[in-house]
């Protein structure tokens, strides 16, 4: 299955970078900059101008990387994810749960990564087809959330986004997170025009995840 394949590519990177930025041209270098660091899986968020403009050429440009994977992010209603999904994303994650974003995807076999702070909501997602929850806000759940979320739904693959850093990745993953999503600490030095900081973050977060998956097997 779509839905499944990318999913795992996903689970494989460990990290899905998330992209803000003032223009198409610097979400595309932030792009590049993740990408040669190793993270594979890049989120555009609708918060960039011309985001469907910037999906579509990283779509085109890493078409012979079929490793790396764009979605969208901040996707908040289903027109939204129709535009995402017709320039190429191949996953769309929302701040929120959306009923009707959550079966748009579901008929383009798109994986759906909504937002959830509870186990209602987690629960809510699950039965509308979200093969991946977004824990969000990650800084106000903490990583210990999800052992207790882990406790009634040992099934469920969670990512959490926001407050994931350097710090506290590895635990996140210890705790049995499927991945992670990073924005404002992965990219920050894009401030600066410093992409090679970005690559050097990048390749960081990847060694830390794979560390601690290391601790696991």
């Known amino acids: 299955m779509k839905i ?15 992209v803000r930025a003032d223009s198409r041209e610097e979400a595309e270098a932030i792009s590049e900059a993740c990408v040669k660091g190793g993270i594979q899986a ?51 994650v929302s701040p929120c749960f959306d009923e009707r974003t959550a079966k748009l995807c579901h008929l383009y076999q798109i994986p759906y990564m909504p937002g959830c702070m509870t186990i209602t909501e987690i629960k809510q997602a699950i039965e509308h ?3 991946l929850i977004k824990l969000f806000p990650g800084d106000a759940l903490g990583p210990e959330f999800v ?53 050097e973050n990048a390749r960081q977060y990847i060694q830390k995840v794979e560390r601690a998956r290391v601790g696991l097997a």
């Open 147 to 199: 052992k207790a979320v882990k406790g009634p739904l040992p099934q469920v693959l969670l990512m959490p986004t926001g407050g994931v850093s350097l710090d506290n990745v590895e635990e996140w993953i210890r705790n049995g997170c499927a991945a992670v999503g990073v924005g404002g600490n992965l990219i920050a030095p894009a401030i600066n025009g410093d992409y090679e900081k970005i690559t």
């Open 129 to 131: 087809g979200a093969g």
């Open 42 to 92: 890049i989120e555009i968020t609708f918060t960039i101008q011309d985001a469907e403009a910037v999906i579509k050429d990283l779509a085109s440009h890493f078409s012979d990387r079929p490793e790396v994977i764009i979605g969208a992010g901040t996707v908040l209603d289903e027109m939204t994810a129709r535009i995402a999904i017709l320039a190429g994303a191949q996953f769309v």
């Open 4 to 18: 499944y394949k990318t999913l795992t590519k996903v689970m494989e990177s460990g990290v899905v970078a998330v």
